[in-house]
């Protein structure tokens, strides 16, 4: 008899799921996004507000009462308004003691206020207990349910009960809480939205100038000094031409520096003796943007790749080839094949294709959905031995294509060097680097570093 009253017990729905009231202190846009969004994951919402007449916008399957009548049925209790609102909580501060106070508010500028806005939050209500979550979630998110771009919610407070109770909010949302640690953290997750590509601005900054300064410098020798020189107008090279010669170069000079801060951090590490002391700050920034330095260097590539395949139709380059068959024409005289021409010209398209194929594959296995399924060992497969292969196989491409010039004397206009010579530089330079660094007299002490190992433990920290 008990063990059926057992069963049936189980078998009844339990009490325990249900969710607790969640109050919302705001009607605006992000307000009544948030609470529909809660109210469709099963929160009974109840929304405290000056003005207790039901309004359209309001979801309608949620309470509208006087703040202090809605801050005293739930003990979660949703700061939706600006900082400059909160004065109208302080007379509340008896019905908010000991309740769990989620700001989600935002500024206008970075660090606007000497404290974020959570702990003056803390400071005004100091029997409450105040989490920072939410901020980084837009209305317009919440509303049309695409949340990929901003599915992770950052959470940061000094109670950890009440920061749990917030992140199981976040979770029965179908978002992913990142804990920040304490109310310290507010600062920075404040900060967070404000910033814009906080981790692309070298890289495209970096990216702009290559840019700037090779096309100047294919305009000055492939138009400026044509035109001086030779009296030939080849203005039109600046539609198609030297784009197509600055972007494969820019891409090269790219992936290089991907690899580069990797080179430096070894010869540091090999220096030192120990791997327990930090890298100096530019290197450390530098290594933090090496994923949008190699997206940049595959857009590049990619247009390099676009512009080589409009170059059949264009009208240069047609011209160019019916003169060339006119005068063998005229000449009663067929070129014969140069195999040692085919030769190259097949290596050196075969190596750009090959190497555009790794370039692409390093793109794809940066993405999130795609590193989020790999191991550590998988990922470091791809992007540092595949990596250094597409660099080798890309550096190849350009060797072969442009080596030729480096010992024609008519390459030098105005004694500067063509420029397919200055793009190798820096990616012959990491690659000579890291074929000393792989020798096994230097190796392995670099790999008893970074396992560990100190040559001066004494000194070294």
């Known amino acids: 008899m008990n063990k059926n009253c057992s069963n049936i017990m189980a078998l009844a729905p339990s009490t325990s799921n249900k969710r607790e009231t969640v109050c919302i202190f705001g009607t605006g846009d992000f307000g009544r996004a948030l609470g529909h969004k809660m109210i469709q994951s099963g929160y009974p919402v109840v929304y405290g507000s000056r003005s207790t007449q039901i309004s359209s916008l ?5 309470e509208l009462l006087s703040h202090a009548e809605a801050a005293q049925k739930a003990a979660i209790i949703i700061i939706a308004i600006q900082r400059h609102h909160y004065n109208f909580l302080i007379p509340l501060a008896e019905i908010l003691h000991g309740k769990v106070l989620v700001d989600i508010s935002n500024n206008l500028k970075l660090n606007q206020y000497p404290e974020s806005n959570a702990e003056y939050l803390a400071q005004l209500l100091p029997g409450s207990r105040v989490v920072k979550a939410f901020n980084t979630v837009s209305a317009w998110a919440l509303q049309s349910g695409t949340l990929d771009a901003s599915r992770q919610v950052f959470v940061c407070g000094d109670d950890v009960e009440a920061k749990q109770m917030v992140m199981n909010i976040v979770r029965a949302l179908g978002l992913t809480p990142l804990d920040k640690g304490s109310l310290l953290a507010a600062q920075e997750i404040e900060n967070y939205p404000l910033q814009l590509f906080p981790m692309w601005k070298f890289p495209i900054f970096l990216s702009l100038g290559l840019t700037a300064f090779f096309f100047f410098y294919c305009l000055a020798l492939d138009v400026i000094y044509t035109y001086i020189y030779e009296k030939k107008n080849f203005s039109f090279f600046i539609a198609i031409t030297i784009p197509n010669r600055v972007c494969p170069v820019v891409a090269l000079i790219l992936l290089a520096l991907v690899y580069l801060p990797g080179i430096f951090a070894a010869i540091i590490q090999l220096y ?5 002391r930090r890298f100096p700050d530019w290197l450390d920034k530098w290594m933090l943007c090496r994923k949008q330095l190699g997206l940049i260097a595959l857009a590049f590539a990619s247009l390099h790749v676009v512009f080589t395949l409009v170059t059949p139709m264009r009208a240069f ?9 006119i005068s063998q024409a005229l000449n009663n005289k067929t070129e014969p094949l140069n195999n040692t021409n085919a030769w190259i010209s097949d290596c050196y398209l075969a190596l750009g294709i090959l190497g555009f194929f790794l ?18 060992r ?6 540092s031995k595949l990596g250094y292969l597409a660099l080798i196989l890309c550096t190849a491409h350009t060797l072969v294509y442009g080596g030729k010039w480096f010992l024609s004397p008519s390459a030098y206009k105005w004694y500067l060097p063509n420029i397919y010579m200055l793009s190798l530089v820096i990616p012959c330079a990491v690659l000579v680097v890291k074929f000393v660094l792989i020798f096994p007299c230097v190796d392995k002490p670099l790999t008893q570093i970074r396992q560990g190992w100190e040559r001066n433990p004494k000194h070294s920290k």
């Open 58 to 62: 309001i979801p309608k399957d949620a």
């Open 272 to 276: 030192r003796g120990t791997k327990y």
């Open 317 to 325: 380059v047609s011209w160019r080839t019916s003169k060339g068959i």
């Open 359 to 376: 370039f692409v594959l390093l793109g794809i296995t940066s993405l999130p959905s795609v590193s989020n399924n790999v191991n550590w």
């Open 378 to 383: 998988e990922f470091r497969f791809v992007q």
